[in-house]
């Protein structure tokens, strides 16, 4: 599993991708490995009503990645609850974001996973 930002001609980056730049149109045809990064903890929250399959509590921070100049911004679970504001973290790839029996959707027919956020 990638965890890649996109960057068009003009130097905008985004994260999820788009195939045309939100901010100039133009198609993005970069891609950067934000998995080789470490990025700071803009904010966060702790939810303890989760959807099925999602451990409780989840804790979830917005995290900010430099990339040459130009911030992108990415949101995620942290590995841990013990996570502040300003706290360095870098992704982490997990098998299983969630239960993949639990829920509604066939756990053949979903990727269950993806990057968490550890601080450093």
């Given at each position: 599993?990638?965890?890649?930002?996109?960057?068009?001609?003009?130097?905008?980056?985004?994260?999820?991708?788009?195939?045309?730049?939100?901010?100039?149109?133009?198609?993005?045809?970069?891609?950067?490995?934000?998995?080789?990064?470490?990025?700071?903890?803009?904010?966060?929250?702790?939810?303890?009503?989760?959807?099925?399959?999602?451990?409780?509590?989840?804790?979830?921070?917005?995290?900010?990645?430099?990339?040459?100049?130009?911030?992108?911004?990415?949101?995620?679970?942290v590995t841990t609850?013990?996570?502040?504001?300003?706290?360095?973290?870098?992704?982490?790839?997990?098998?299983?974001?969630?239960?993949?029996?639990?829920?509604?959707?066939?756990?053949?027919?979903?990727?269950?996973?993806?990057?968490?956020?550890?601080?450093?």
């Amino acid at each position: 599993m990638s965890f890649d930002a996109h960057q068009c001609p003009n130097g905008h980056v985004t994260y999820p991708g788009h195939p045309l730049c939100p901010e100039c149109g133009e198609h993005q045809t970069e891609t950067i490995d934000l998995s080789e990064r470490s990025g700071e903890v803009v904010t966060w929250t702790t939810s303890t009503a989760t959807p099925p399959g999602v451990r409780e509590p989840n804790t979830l921070a917005i995290v900010e990645f430099d990339v040459a100049g130009t911030f992108v911004r990415a949101v995620g679970q942290v590995t841990t609850e013990d996570v502040e504001t300003g706290d360095i973290v870098e992704p982490v790839y997990v098998e299983e974001l969630r239960d993949p029996e639990a829920g509604i959707k066939e756990p053949e027919s979903h990727e269950w996973d993806g990057y968490r956020f550890e601080p450093v």
